[in-house]
């Protein structure tokens, strides 16, 4: 009996074939991947479909064309009622009414009553029209019949047949008749192209009115790259602003309001406009929107600018054309004409230019200067390129402190009288003692101009670049006075007040640079002395109100909109030197940027129109003094120089032993040495050899009383 033997599991293991080849397979750790359903694959595909680039564009294109054949028609339909009717008349009208101006309002009247009455006749004149035309009809038809018939007569007569009478009226019934079949011919397939020529041109017309939501319009339409400015944006911009009252009354208005607007001019690289407020709608709501303002006008925020003019319950917007601001404006006048000079006193120093593209040229002839912004703005270059330009003008002394110390100024070396360049508390001493040194030549010079009241001066500019690190010092003199802060006790600080107070009369002058203003790095006192205050990009609004003052920012100032690090240079100007559009209390300027070869060259050819100027690169503080020896060592390497430039440099030099010195006391110290001042060309001279040969003798002699 055989037995039969089930098998529970299949064989795992194949059967062994050593001919056959080896098959590897590879076996899942897991359950087999389920089948994704069909349902889920279709409404993937389907959603990819409709997500589709290709189907969101066609969507638009068809919804683009459809709405501007419908809009289109809706346009064509309502200048064809304007036209037709009075209602543009009555628009016109409720907008004069809304923005408060009843001339216009009256004016508008009266045209829609010369309308009414023109109207009017035309329509009576239509009652006798029928009649009219009739006779009209009978009396061509029957002289052009009487015209035809004679001109038959003559070809008769001419040809000597009869029936010629009649060959013009039956050549010109065969010419009606051609015309009657040439328009039985075209009727048809006029009939049928018709309507699509009709729907081409409401399609036209609704494209160049971009009549479609802005989602369906081209994306260089959506983006507004290069949409120019029009009143109709401009309204659109202003009515979506969010001010309940402005909507209220442009609604109103209706398409009327553009009646708000002013011409709009083209102004450098942007164009300006001004718009004149409804009534209940103040200046200030526009002015704090501008970043909305800017991004209806489909600008970046930095691209317009909201000021307010003379008028009442006006603004002016200046909208710049796209990325026009992100463009360099060119080199300054001063690196590319080497023949340019300066006058101090009837001069402007080219400084940039404005937004409409125009020139921005300062005056500096005695006004007092505080240019402040952020770190790494340009505030150095800006300041530098005033002093450049004041330096081609040989009548102008300079005393610098540089407290950054990153050799922005040596180029002044050889052209300052002093020049100190350093942050530490060594170059804050001698920054507190050189304005202190500009008080004291202040003091000298009001007391001649008491003397003498015509006097003039040579004028004297003292710049602290960083002046933030003066007025920061912590250090205290021997008698404990600070001399940072911002307080009665502090040398710097009132040594600033001075000069502001009184050195403007006698042309002594103090130009500051300062970053990130505050309180206690630029006091109140301090900023508010300066005739001219201009500002790079700041942080806040408080400190632009430091910085250019209550009412430059409240006339729509803003230094603290312009964006760091992409505006360098860019300045906000509030200065009675620089001429600025009627009712407007500041200017934008873009300045130009010298570099540090450029700004070489042109100390450079400043160097060439003087004698030689000796530069302190520290001065001296207490020691004993020999007159004979700093008469000479202020000489320099010039071979004669004016006594007053002497008195000038002797000071600058140590202003406690010569600040007070005279005419008197210079040449009674030469005269004592045998090296008396002489006359040269009509003016009073010291000459180098004089002082160093007196001063050769007196050694000689020093050495022969020692043997």
Known sequence: MSENVVHL?????????????????????????????????????????????????????????GLYTFNGGRIVARRAWDGRTGSRYERMIRAAEA???????????????????????????????????????AVGAGMSIGALVALGVVMAINTGHVGDVITP??????????????????????????????????WSVGRKQHAAPAWALPANVRGGEGEPITPSIVVKALRDLGVPALRNAIKEMGDAGASMLGPIRIAGCGVEVDVTLPSGVATN?????????????????HEVFITIPAAARTVRLWIADSGALDEPIGPSPLAMDESLTADYTKGRAPWGQDLRGDAAALSLYQRHLLITGLSNQGKTAALRALALWACLDRRVEFRIADLKGAGDWAMFDGLATV???????EQVIEATEMVEGLVEEMNRRIEIRRRDPKAVFDPLIGIVDEAQVAFMCPVKDEDGRPYGGSKAVSRYFMGVRKVHNQGRVVDVLLWEGTQDPTDQNLPKLVREGAHTRASLALGTESQARMALGDKAVDGGAAPH??????????????????????????????THYINDEQATAITDRAKALRDGVTTLHAIDRGEERDPLTDIATVLGSDTRVRTQEVITRLAALNADAYAGWSFIDLKRVLDDAGAEPYKSDGRMVVGRDRVARALANRDADGSASAE
Do not use: C, Y
Not at 26 to 52: E, F, N, Q
Not at 172 to 194: E, K, M, N, S, Y
Not at 563 to 584: F, H, N, Y
């Open 561 to 590: 909109l312009l964006r760091q690090g992409l505006d360098k240079g860019t300045l906000v100007v509030a200065s009675d030197g620089i001429e600025i559009p009627a009712g407007q209390a500041s200017i934008t300027v873009r």
């Open 9 to 65: 599991h299949k064989p795992t293991d194949p059967p062994t074939d050593d001919t056959a080849p080896t098959v590897l397979t590879v076996v899942p750790d897991g359950p087999p991947a389920r089948p994704v359903p069909l349902w889920v694959r279709s409404g993937r595909a389907i959603k990819t479909g409709i997500t589709h680039e290709s189907t969101r564009a066609t969507v638009r294109a068809a919804a683009r064309h």
């Open 419 to 425: 020049l100190i360049q350093g942050p530490a508390d």
């Open 285 to 301: 709501e526009v002015q704090t929107k501008r970043r909305k303002l800017a991004e209806n006008l489909t600008r970046h925020e």
């Open 99 to 137: 923005a408060g101006n009843l001339e216009a309002a009256e004016e508008w009247e009266e045209r829609l009553q010369r309308f009414r009455a023109a109207r009017h006749h035309r329509r009576m004149d239509l009652l006798h029209s029928p009649v009219d035309a009739a006779k009209g009809v």
């Open 169 to 202: 009226l039956s050549a010109t019934v065969d010419f009606i008749a051609l015309l009657i079949r040439i328009v039985q011919i075209v009727w048809g397939p006029a009939l049928t192209i018709g309507p699509f020529l009709a729907l081409l041109a409401l």
